[in-house]
C-alpha cells in the first residue's frame, strides 16, 4: 500500500481522495518494501538523534534531521547484520538507522534529503569531491577531495557531492583517507521546512480511511461468527494489533471472551495493561498460564532458536490449547491480530483458516491487510488504552526474551527488564561461552545466516541436549536426560506389539532399542520407523508438560498418568498415526531438525 504526505499539514496520508478538502500537496513516501511503516515514540527519536550524533558527530544535525515535535515515520529494512529502519521525515528518507552488532550501539547512514540537508548546511561530514561520477564500490583518494568536514575514525558515512552538484552519494572513511562510495544518485534539494505535527492529528486526517477499514473489518467479523456459530474469542498479546481486533470486535456487538496467554516472560507493563483493557471491555478474560514451564523446559531443550523454536509450544500452544478447550469443547472462533505485512509467512496465511492447535475452533485475521500505521492511526483515532512498553522503543511486543528478537532488542530488554535478561543470561551460560551469549550466537542452533557471520564466528559447537547418528535403517542416540522407562515401553505400542523389554514386532519392521555405552542403539527395517522411534525415545526422557500431544490424538489413545513423562498408551484404540509425536517438540525438535550426521 502506497503512503502519501500531506506538505501542508506534514503528516502522512493513506488516501490523497478522502483529503483533499485538508490537503492541496502531497508528495509519495517512498518507502521499502514490503512497506509496513510505523511511527516513532519519543524513544525512538531520542534513538534515531543519538544514532546520528554517534554517527556524524554534530547535535545540530541530529536536532536538523530528527525533529521532536513532529510525526516520524520507521519502516523495517532488510539488509543489516541486526535491526534497522528507513527514517522518513516530513515525507523524506533521510538515513537509515541500523544497529552496529560489533559496537552494540546505533548508527545513522544518512541518504537523499539527509545528504542533500547535511551538503547544503555543511553540517556533520561531508565532503566535495573533483569527480564527474560517483560509481558505486569506488575509493575516492583524498587529493580528490576539493572541500569537506572528514571523520577521524574510520569507516564512520561521510555525505558526498561531485564539485558540480549533480550527484550525491554516501560514503565510508578507510585507510588512508580514501572515500569508499556505498550509494549514490541524482542529486535530491534539502528537507523543506517544518512544521509541528502530531500523530492525533494524523489520526484525524485519515478518519475516513481507518473507518472504512474498520467498518470491513467488523463486517468480515460478523460474518465469520454467522457462519460458523461458535463463541467468539479475542485473542490478545498486550500488542498493538490485538488491541486493534479486540476494539473491533467490541463494535461488531457480538458477544466475545479474552484470551491471554501468560507466557511467564512478558512485560511488567504488559499485565498492567491487561486489566485496562478488562476494565475497558468489560468481557470475561481466560488466562492460560505458563507459569515458570519455559525455565524447566530450558534445562532439558537447552536454549531456543530461531531454528529450534520448542519454546512456541511448550508456553504458548500448550497452555493455550488446554485452556481453550476446557472451555470451549465444542470449538470457538479466535479473532487475532495477524497482519500480511510483519513478515513474509504471514503475508501467505489466509483471512480464515482452521485451527492447527484446537480442534473444531476457526482463526479470523480481519487485520490481515492492514499496514502498522494503520493499526496506530487507529488507536489514536479511538484513543485505545495501548500497552506503554512501545514507549520504551519496542516495535514489538510479546516474550522478551524470545529468540527471534535482535540485538538491537535483547539490549533494549537488558536496560528495561535486567531481573529476567539476566534471568536468561545465566540460564545461556550454562551451556554457551561468554561471547556466544554477549554475539547472541545462542538464537541459532544450525548455520549462522551470512549477514551475522560475517560479523562473528561461533567459538565453539552449540551442544543439543539430544545428538543422533543416522547409518541406513539405524540410528544412535545420546540424550542428556534419562528415559522413563515404563512410558518408554508405552510409546513404543505406537509402532507394533512390543516384546521383551524394548523390541516391537512393528506394523511397518521389527524395531529394536538397546543400550549401548552412554547412548541407545535403534536398529528397524527402514529409516523412517527408526527415526519415530527415536522420536519416542526421546519424548520418553525430555516433556515440556505442554500435553499437546494428548490434545491431538484423534482416538484418546495417549493419556498423562503423572506429572513429568509418564504417559500411557491404550493400544486397543491407538492407530499408529504418530500424530502426537508430529506435535511433541522434543521429538520434533530434537530428533527431525537435528542435523544427523552420517557415519
Not at 539405524?474 to 507394533?496: F, N, S, W
Amino acid at each position: 500500500m502506497a503512503v502519501y504526505w500531506c506538505t501542508d499539514l506534514n503528516l502522512p496520508v493513506l488516501n490523497p481522495r478522502k483529503v483533499a478538502d485538508e490537503c492541496s500537496d502531497f508528495v509519495e513516501v517512498k518507502l521499502t518494501q514490503p512497506a509496513d511503516p510505523r511511527p516513532a515514540f519519543p524513544a525512538d527519536v531520542e534513538i534515531t538523534r543519538q544514532a546520528v550524533l554517534n554517527e556524524l558527530g554534530n547535535a545540530e544535525l541530529a536536532e536538523e534531521l530528527i525533529p521532536l515535535d513532529e510525526v516520524v515515520l520507521l519502516n523495517k529494512i532488510p539488509g543489516y547484520a541486526d535491526q534497522a529502519d528507513e527514517v522518513v521525515v516530513r515525507g523524506k528518507t533521510v538515513g537509515h538507522r541500523f544497529y552496529d552488532v560489533l559496537e552494540r550501539r546505533w548508527r545513522f547512514r544518512p541518504l537523499y534529503e539527509g545528504v542533500a540537508t547535511m551538503l547544503a548546511e555543511r553540517l556533520g561530514y561531508w565532503a566535495v569531491v573533483d569527480m564527474a561520477e560517483l560509481p558505486e564500490g569506488y575509493d575516492i583518494h583524498p587529493d580528490r577531495v576539493v572541500e569537506g568536514s572528514l571523520p577521524e575514525e574510520k569507516f564512520r558515512h561521510v555525505a558526498i557531492s561531485t564539485r558540480d552538484g549533480r550527484l550525491h552519494g554516501v560514503a565510508k572513511l578507510f585507510r588512508g583517507g580514501r572515500l569508499h562510495v556505498v550509494k549514490s544518485w541524482r542529486a535530491k534539494t534539502p528537507l523543506p521546512r517544518g512544521r509541528p505535527s502530531t500523530l492525533r492529528e494524523a489520526a484525524e486526517l485519515n478518519r475516513e480511511h481507518i473507518e472504512e477499514l474498520a467498518e470491513e473489518a467488523i463486517s468480515f467479523i460478523r460474518e465469520v461468527a454467522e457462519k460458523y456459530k461458535k463463541p467468539l474469542v479475542v485473542s490478545y498479546s498486550g500488542g498493538k494489533d490485538s488491541l486493534v481486533a479486540l476494539d473491533l470486535a467490541a463494535r461488531s456487538g457480538l458477544k466475545f471472551h479474552i484470551y491471554f496467554n501468560d507466557t511467564g516472560l512478558e512485560p511488567p507493563e504488559t499485565y498492567e495493561n491487561l486489566k485496562a483493557v478488562r476494565e475497558r471491555y468489560g468481557a470475561e478474560v481466560i488466562v492460560g498460564a505458563a507459569g515458570d514451564r519455559f525455565w524447566r523446559a530450558m534445562k532439558l531443550f537447552g536454549p531456543p532458536a530461531r531454528d529450534y523454536r520448542w519454546c512456541c509450544k511448550v508456553i504458548k500452544l500448550g497452555p493455550t490449547t488446554e485452556a481453550l478447550k476446557a472451555k470451549f469443547p465444542q470449538g470457538h472462533i479466535s479473532v487475532v491480530g495477524q497482519r500480511g505485512a510483519e513478515s513474509f509467512l504471514r503475508a501467505k496465511l489466509p483471512k480464515i483458516s482452521q485451527s492447527k492447535w484446537v480442534a473444531g475452533s476457526v482463526v479470523a485475521a480481519p487485520l490481515q491487510e492492514w499496514t502498522a500505521l494503520e493499526v496506530w492511526l487507529y488507536i489514536f483515532l479511538h484513543k485505545l488504552p495501548y500497552n506503554p512498553a512501545y514507549e520504551r522503543g519496542f516495535d514489538r511486543l510479546g516474550c522478551v526474551v524470545c529468540p527471534a528478537n535482535e540485538l538491537a532488542e535483547l539490549d533494549n530488554v537488558k536496560r528495561s527488564y535486567p531481573d529476567i535478561y539476566e534471568k536468561m543470561e545465566a540460564a545461556l551460560g550454562e551451556r554457551f561461552a561468554e561471547k556466544e551469549v554477549e554475539m547472541g550466537l545462542w538464537r541459532w542452533r544450525g548455520k549462522i545466516p551470512g549477514d551475522m557471520a560475517r560479523w562473528v564466528k561461533r567459538e565453539k559447537g552449540a551442544g543439543l541436549p539430544v545428538r543422533l547418528r543416522v547409518d541406513g535403517g539405524g540410528v544412535e542416540v545420546e540424550m542428556d536426560a534419562e528415559p522413563d522407562p515404563a512410558t518408554l515401553r508405552h510409546l513404543l505400542k505406537m509402532l507394533g506389539a512390543v516384546e521383551g523389554e524394548y523390541e516391537v514386532r512393528g506394523k511397518r519392521s521389527a524395531v529394536k532399542l538397546e543400550r549401548r555405552g552412554s547412548g541407545w542403539a535403534i536398529s528397524a527395517g527402514d529409516g523412517k520407523t527408526a527415526l519415530d522411534a527415536a522420536g519416542l525415545l526421546v519424548r520418553s526422557a525430555i516433556c515440556g508438560d505442554c500435553d499437546l500431544c494428548v490434545h491431538w490424538c484423534p482416538t484418546g489413545a495417549l493419556k498423562r498418568t503423572g506429572p513429568g513423562r509418564r504417559f500411557e498408551v491404550d493400544e486397543n484404540k491407538c492407530i499408529g498415526c504418530l500424530l502426537c509425536s508430529a506435535a511433541c517438540p522434543a521429538a520434533q525438535y530434537l530428533v527431525y531438525r537435528n542435523e544427523a550426521s552420517p557415519r
